[in-house]
């Protein structure tokens, strides 16, 4: 029997696989405790086990974490692809399709912000299928004007890239 430390890298590294591309932590998260595959202490030691071993790269978005598979995750997985209960195989596509469309906008409309030398900077990136439509850095003065134009950029993104194109042409 596998261990549910075990089981829960597994799963992790077979939903990135699944999804081809990055995934929001507490999305991963929200499947394997509601499965009660793992409990959270588990899963927390899940994350930094992989990551620390090189199997997931994990990309940082204002408000979220995502992981992303690497190619030595995707050769682990192969090599233990076998180990993965086919029952938790199929939970986990259900899942990946009931959210499929969720997680797609998660991963292709991201915002950012960090601290730089006189003030902060807010970045959008907006993407389709692994293809960069638009990225927009805005330099602000402080954090809290920041966090504002983090949230008010996600929230009007389609906004503002109609308006650029419109502007363009």
């Known amino acids: ?3 549910s430390l075990t089981t829960g890298k597994l799963l992790i590294l077979y939903m990135l696989d699944r999804t081809g591309g990055p995934v929001a932590m507490p999305r991963l998260s929200e499947f394997l405790l509601d499965q009660t595959l793992v409990n959270l202490l588990t899963l927390t030691r899940s994350y930094a086990e992989l990551e620390e071993s ?3 790269r994990a990309e940082n978005d204002t408000d979220r974490t995502f992981l992303c598979l690497t190619e030595e995750g995707e050769e682990a997985l192969r090599l ?5 209960d086919p029952a938790l195989k199929e ?5 990946l399709r009931a959210y499929g469309t969720q997680l797609r906008d998660e991963r292709d409309l991201r915002t950012d912000w960090h601290r730089v030398q ?6 959008l990136k907006a993407s389709e299928k692994d293809v960069r439509l638009m990225e927009i ?3 602000l003065p402080d954090e809290t004007s920041a966090r504002a134009a983090a949230e008010n950029l996600k929230k009007n993104s389609e906004e503002i890239y109609r308006y650029l194109i419109e502007k363009m042409f």
């Open 118 to 123: 006189g003030g902060c900077e807010v970045t």
């Open 91 to 95: 939970e986990a596509d259900r899942f």
């Open 54 to 56: 090189g199997l997931v």
């Open 1 to 3: 029997m596998t261990s």
């Open 137 to 139: 850095t805005v330099r």
């Open 80 to 84: 233990f692809y076998g180990q993965i």
